[in-house]
């Protein structure tokens, strides 16, 4: 790396380090949320599935713990299903009812995950990121990332929760945002606990901070490179290192 107080340092310009443009139409035909618990695929990608239903994608939503650490099961999954119904997702939600916060990346949810993605013929699995803190999201981080691992014609992507995440898509879900609103009131047992709602529309709000004054709210998505992914999670992890190295280098001296 060139020395960054040297006159000659070029730096990279914001919009090829963050997307200045937001998808509005979904580019695949189906696609496979993984929910640590009946609650994060809303708040982490509910306006993606609204726009899924709206657009004819395909989304089938799998939901790996029963939530049971944070309240009562069938309420929670009661919850879940009637956000679902709201974001038009309803007919293709599961419950595996794991151990809330006992959430294994073992060589059995793996399987069961590949499974899924074979099933469901997914051209996207999203799955909680790797900048995620709880420990249930980081198992089903983990756990997805090897279950994608050399499977052709499907992209994994992250999304975020509970920590942001460094984003190379942008989803602009503002003529969704009421859906996803309603949706994420379902969860009243969360909701008096701490009101996620409202911190979630904040992030979706900041989340528009690159993409003009028509986009209102957004959710941030991480796709991972298949070469990356064929590294396991040390493959990864180095590209989201490499990704914040390359913030530091100047244009004419790109990363290796």
Known sequence: MNDALSPDWRPHAEPALVPYQPLRRLPVQSLLVLAPHPD????????????????????RVVVISDGAAGGDRAVRENECRAAARI????????????????????????????????????EWVLAPSPFEVHPDHRAVCR????????????QLGFYEV???????????????????????????????????????????????YTLGAAVRQAEALCFVDAADLAGGLEGVLLAMQRELRRRFDAVDNPTP
């Open 143 to 154: 756990a997805a990332v090897e279950a994608c691992r050399g499977v052709a014609g499907s």
């Open 162 to 208: 509970g920590q942001p995440l460094l984003p190379n898509a942008l989803v602009d879900i503002t003529p969704v945002m009421p859906l996803k609103l309603r949706a994420m009131r379902c969860f009243e047992s969360q909701l008096a606990v701490q009101d996620y709602a409202s911190q979630i529309a904040a992030l979706n709000h900041y989340r528009a």
């Open 87 to 122: 974001l038009g997702h309803h007919a293709a939600l599961q419950f595996w009812q794991l151990p809330d916060r006992a959430v294994r990346p073992d060589a059995a949810l793996v399987e069961r995950l590949r499974q899924a993605q074979a099933e469901s013929a997914a």
């Open 40 to 59: 994060d695929e809303v708040f982490g990608c509910g306006g993606l599935l609204a726009l899924a239903a709206a657009q004819g994608v395909q989304a």
